[in-house]
């Protein structure tokens, strides 16, 4: 019996056991579980939910209860702008609402206007005469510190100077539009440059330049009648028919810089000479092929102008043929009515008989022919 009890308690405990290992399992599957559930979920952004604007809202018919999106909206639709207060929308609004057809065509009559002046409009931004303009409001220019001139005053002046064919083609609304525009950014870069000059001033009061520098030598930028002398020796060639050392002893001026720093300097003055000139070449080049244009321009118009005259004369020399065979086939149908033709069977050979006198006219026969002549020329066509 005893032997029966060990055995029923062990079985027990093996049961025991199994259930204890299947919770176990089953508490580990569903963490598992759980945890992937988390995993999948941190993947998925969160979707927030859209908040609507008011442009979403449906709009009322009613300017006035709109919002200024709404408002906004409805302009764009309507192609108006859509820029500006609340106030400015709802009257842009009320006043299209009021007679939409009107604003249509007010708006294309508009647009047609516009593109009519941008057909008439050259390309001034790469125009010579903007840069004769530019050149002119600078400091040498007779425009410079010429604020309150005429545009009109300004414009005629240039049509008869110089440069009058390269104003000629420019229209004047657009020459007095970036007249003003240029005159007035003229005046604003003198203020400028006034007010830093007198800054710069207030500074060299404050740390003035020194005339020489830490080696005790002059600094020959200071020297002014130096400066200007060599400048004016080397705008004249002076520099390349003289070496520098003979340059150097020929001026007395330059007698007191050593002729190591004199070298440099004159290195430096040619190439800021060599600089001007180019930008004085590109002036040109640029006006030459605008000249090149303009003429190839004017050619290309003279010969279209040409080759529709010379369709006109065509069509004319034409039409005076077609009156002049008009004419002759009315005066052959008075003849052939007079002629009293004696075969009825001969009417369809008018037109075959027109044309044989037609030639003979050509030819030089008389205008009167016989009966026989027709009789010939209605036979041979039998």
């Given at each position: 019996?005893?032997?029966?009890?060990?055995?029923?308690?062990?079985?027990e405990?093996?049961?025991t056991?199994?259930?204890?290992?299947?919770?176990?399992?089953d508490?580990?599957?569903?963490?598992?579980?759980?945890?992937a559930?988390?995993?999948?979920?941190?993947?998925?952004?969160m979707?927030?939910?859209?908040?609507?604007n008011?442009?979403?809202?449906?709009?009322?018919?009613?300017?006035?209860?709109?919002t200024?999106?709404?408002?906004?909206?409805?302009c764009?639709?309507r192609g108006?702008?859509?820029?500006?207060?609340?106030?400015e929308?709802?009257?842009r609004l009320?006043?299209?609402?009021?007679?939409p057809?009107a604003h249509?065509?007010?708006k294309?009559?508009?647009?047609?206007k516009?593109?009519?002046?941008?057909?008439?409009h050259?390309?001034?931004?790469h125009?010579?005469?903007?840069?004769?303009?530019d050149?002119?409001l600078?400091?040498?220019?007779?425009?410079?510190?010429?604020?309150?001139?005429d545009?009109?005053l300004?414009?005629?002046?240039?049509?008869?100077?110089?440069?009058?064919?390269?104003?000629?083609?420019?229209p004047?609304d657009?020459?007095e539009?970036?007249?003003k525009?240029k005159?007035?950014r003229?005046?604003?870069r003198r203020?400028?440059?006034?007010?830093?000059?007198?800054?710069?001033?207030?500074?060299?009061?404050l740390?003035p330049?020194?005339?020489?520098?830490a080696r005790?030598?002059?600094?020959?930028?200071?020297?002014?009648?130096a400066?200007?002398?060599?400048?004016y020796?080397?705008?004249?060639?002076?520099?390349?028919?003289?070496?520098?050392?003979?340059?150097?002893?020929y001026?007395?001026?330059?007698?007191?810089?050593?002729?190591?720093?004199?070298?440099?300097r004159?290195?430096?003055?040619?190439?800021r000479?060599?600089?001007?000139?180019?930008l004085?070449?590109?002036?040109i080049?640029?006006?030459?092929?605008?000249?090149k244009?303009?003429?190839a321009?004017?050619?290309?118009?003279a010969?279209?102008?040409a080759?529709v005259?010379?369709?006109?004369?065509l069509?004319?020399?034409?039409?005076?043929?077609?009156?002049?065979?008009?004419?002759?086939?009315a005066?052959?149908?008075?003849?052939?009515?007079?002629?009293?033709?004696?075969?009825s069977?001969?009417?369809?050979?008018?037109?075959?008989?027109?044309?044989?006198l037609?030639l003979?006219?050509?030819?030089?026969?008389?205008?009167?022919?016989?009966h026989?002549?027709?009789?010939?020329a209605?036979?041979?066509?039998?």
């Amino acid at each position: 019996m005893e032997d029966v009890r060990a055995e029923d308690a062990s079985m027990e405990d093996i049961r025991t056991e199994d259930a204890s290992i299947r919770v176990a399992e089953d508490a580990s599957m569903a963490e598992d579980a759980s945890m992937a559930e988390d995993a999948s979920m941190a993947d998925v952004p969160m979707q927030k939910k859209r908040k609507l604007n008011d442009a979403d809202v449906p709009m009322q018919d009613d300017p006035s209860s709109m919002t200024y999106r709404q408002l906004q909206k409805a302009c764009k639709e309507r192609g108006l702008k859509a820029n500006g207060k609340k106030e400015e929308l709802q009257k842009r609004l009320e006043e299209y609402l009021k007679d939409p057809a009107a604003h249509e065509a007010a708006k294309a009559a508009e647009e047609a206007k516009k593109k009519a002046m941008k057909d008439k409009h050259i390309d001034w931004r790469h125009h010579p005469a903007k840069e004769i303009l530019d050149e002119d409001l600078e400091q040498d220019g007779w425009l410079y510190g010429q604020d309150n001139l005429d545009a009109k005053l300004v414009y005629d002046v240039y049509l008869r100077s110089e440069h009058a064919e390269f104003f000629i083609d420019v229209p004047f609304d657009q020459f007095e539009t970036n007249f003003k525009k240029k005159v007035d950014r003229a005046a604003q870069r003198r203020a400028r440059s006034a007010q830093e000059e007198e800054w710069m001033k207030h500074d060299r009061k404050l740390y003035p330049r020194k005339t020489h520098n830490a080696r005790g030598e002059p600094v020959f930028d200071m020297d002014i009648e130096a400066k200007e002398t060599l400048r004016y020796d080397v705008k004249y060639k002076l520099n390349e028919r003289m070496l520098p050392q003979e340059l150097h002893q020929y001026r007395e001026v330059y007698g007191k810089y050593k002729l190591d720093i004199f070298r440099q300097r004159i290195y430096q003055e040619a190439r800021r000479n060599k600089f001007l000139n180019w930008l004085e070449q590109k002036r040109i080049e640029k006006r030459v092929a605008y000249r090149k244009a303009a003429a190839a321009k004017a050619a290309k118009k003279a010969e279209a102008e040409a080759k529709v005259q010379r369709k006109l004369r065509l069509k004319r020399k034409l039409a005076y043929k077609k009156l002049r065979l008009d004419r002759n086939h009315a005066q052959l149908g008075q003849e052939i009515i007079v002629l009293k033709l004696p075969c009825s069977t001969w009417a369809w050979h008018v037109d075959v008989a027109v044309h044989q006198l037609v030639l003979l006219r050509q030819l030089g026969h008389g205008t009167q022919l016989g009966h026989g002549t027709w009789h010939a020329a209605a036979t041979t066509y039998t």
